[in-house]
């Protein structure tokens, strides 16, 4: 096991109607007045902004609002908020929404009180010495955003989709989780976002380090208590109980609970990110396309990993050819992803003819001539990868 | 699943030498005067106070200290911090120990601010509003209590073993744990950490609260991988892996991570709390004859959950006879106590003879006429549940 920090501050309030709170919650953390950052329509229809905004009115607290983040954020969205929040004065970013919304909020919390232009956070032009405080009202569980110190955006110009991970200054500082809210997420959606959260165990499961057995033990139970919980979904939207299990895996996937100790992976979340990049799909979809792939890759090369999760999650009895587990791995994963109305190739995803040699070109560009750890990917290695997801 | 809070803002530093960042961490939260509790001999032998000691001398930090904090740690302790933190106007307790100091660090830090009596707070009397800063470097993976708002005291005169939780003002502010530091304790302290560790989840684990399939995961992942290391450290004490997913594995077990969204038992811990204090005892030893008794009592009563247990955890096939799957986990438990080298009956405990009319009695009195939540307990069950731990 390496060494390791882990620190996740946020107050979790989980439960129903908890959104209720989200006045006195700002209050308790010091808002003096709250800028709220929201995506498209459904937070308006279904009624909830309007209840936020009547708990912060409740609590005598004056805000601001920006509506209009899109899935895959992107930069100039990011400008527009900074100025607004300037000009406005407010002290708290309020996310209502999921990944996309939270992370926007991250990336103005960040900007507002620098001087440069936030992208230079990055492109690890600039470190994130300071920024303003940020908290969640959570929708979508997907992006585990609300409990992460991390923020994904795409930069329109060039379509560079980089992360940024600043834990000790982008960590919400409350996050509230009602699975109600859930409820009318579109089948779609939800399946992106159960795959999402898988995936996020992945890149830290997958891992060279010996002598985690508790973090393996920990991702493989998050991972089956996903799985079963996703059948239940599927059969019921409005099964209350599968919605919250899911919404507080959604959370414990991402916020460093799993994989302490790990040297993580990430090469499929960096592979995905240049198709969803290049081709502005849904990440979950763009991750059940690549994950398979990436996967049959590491039962030729690496499959011992992959194995292991195959017995421990995915049932599949132990032999001794470690590849046959590996590739039995990914054959129920698909079909897991599959039931779930998941595409498992460019193709499904409406891709015909991607273009691969531009993807591998960007992903190097963007992330060094090596990608990932597990296996560490060249170029030829990630064109492999690509081509296995045809 | 019932609502929640979920809420560890403790800064955990983890591996080798990370007690060498004791004096940059304390300064970064903002100490100006640090008050060490520490226990007997064992860190002054191991050269560990020294470390510490230089490491608060090389970030420019004063410091006070209090040693000779025992076993199942008392009030007369705590007032003589009390004092002594006064006098010297430290502003941060820095817990050097296992369980009992940390938690005697937490009732002074507690107390100092507090006009009235500190025992206030363990009986009700009082509420914690306000509580000086906490911080630990572990040295017993056991209690928890470094990521954890609660903290157990005995009052002398009374023998009354209480506890208290006050986790918006009582968990430590960073927590440090080198798995090395656990390196020299005897086999039969690692003992019983491991097993007051299993029965943090336990407590959690043995719910009545539906659709908790994320907490009952993670709680069986962690315990398999706790009966896994106990074995591998069993064999080797020095075996840094094994060390340090067990030191991971008693934190986890206690901050909230496991079983979230479950209405918690903490019948066994209640029942063991009044054999520990009557007799004073090792808690994971009492703990290794109490819990064996109760899940016994349970195998008849509401077998289902250790049934369950028996199963994932424990390797106990499937059948449709409930209760002898959880008699055969009762078994497997305490062959794994056995192993571990603790006692599974008062006898083996060295109490030939308990006072079982007294336990219930205090048992009752301290706690009500019904104790725990799996099986809420009348004094008769209580009474039975020690008499099976005979």
């Given at each position: ?119 230079d956070f990055y492109i690890g ?206 054959s129920r994963l698909k079909h ?55």
């Amino acid at each position: 096991m390496n060494n390791f920090t882990f620190y996740s501050p946020t107050e979790f309030v989980f439960g129903k109607e908890t959104e209720k709170q989200v006045g006195t919650l700002a209050a308790k953390y010091g808002a003096s007045k709250v800028m709220i950052v929201y995506g498209g329509g459904s937070a308006v229809r279904s009624g909830l902004l309007n209840r936020v905004k009547n708990a912060l009115r409740e609590a005598g607290l004056p805000f601001c609002e920006m509506g209009g983040v899109q899935p895959n954020p992107i930069d100039t969205k990011v400008y527009e908020g900074i100025d607004l929040c300037r000009r406005e004065g407010a002290d708290l970013l309020l996310a209502v929404g999921g990944g996309s919304v939270i992370d926007t909020a991250k990336a103005i919390a960040a900007g507002v009180p620098y001087e440069g232009d936030f992208w230079d956070f990055y492109i690890g032009k600039a470190q994130v010495t300071q920024a303003l405080k940020v908290a969640v009202v959570l929708t979508i569980p997907a992006a585990g955003s609300e409990g992460s110190g991390n923020t994904v955006i795409t930069k329109v110009e060039t379509l560079q989709k980089m992360s940024l991970r600043a834990p000790m200054h982008l960590r919400p500082v409350f996050s509230i989780l009602n699975p109600e809210l859930t409820y009318t997420l579109p089948p779609f959606q939800t399946a992106c976002g159960i795959c999402d959260m898988m995936i996020h165990i992945f890149e830290r499961y997958f891992t060279n380090t010996t002598d985690v057995e508790i973090s393996d033990r920990m991702c493989e139970g998050v991972l089956t208590a996903i799985v079963k919980e996703a059948y239940r979904v599927k059969q019921n939207p409005q099964d209350y109980g599968a919605r919250a299990n899911l919404m507080w895996a959604g959370m414990v996937a991402h916020n460093g609970t799993c994989g302490v100790g790990c040297e993580e992976d990430w090469a499929s979340h960096f592979l995905e990110h240049e198709v969803s990049a290049l081709y502005n799909v849904a990440h979950g979809a763009g991750l059940a396309v690549i994950v398979p792939a990436w996967m049959t890759f590491m039962a030729e090369h690496h499959p011992r990993k992959v194995a292991q999760l195959a017995n421990r999650v995915f049932s599949v009895p132990e032999e001794e050819n470690l590849q046959e587990m590996a590739l039995a791995c990914v054959s129920r994963l698909k079909h897991f992803f599959r039931y779930m109305g998941l595409p498992v190739s460019f193709k499904e995803l409406g891709i015909e003819h991607p273009d691969i040699p531009l993807l591998v070109r960007k992903l190097h560009e963007n992330k060094g001539p090596l990608v990932g750890n597990y296996v560490k990917l060249t170029p030829a290695y990630s064109e492999e990868i690509y081509r296995l997801a045809l």
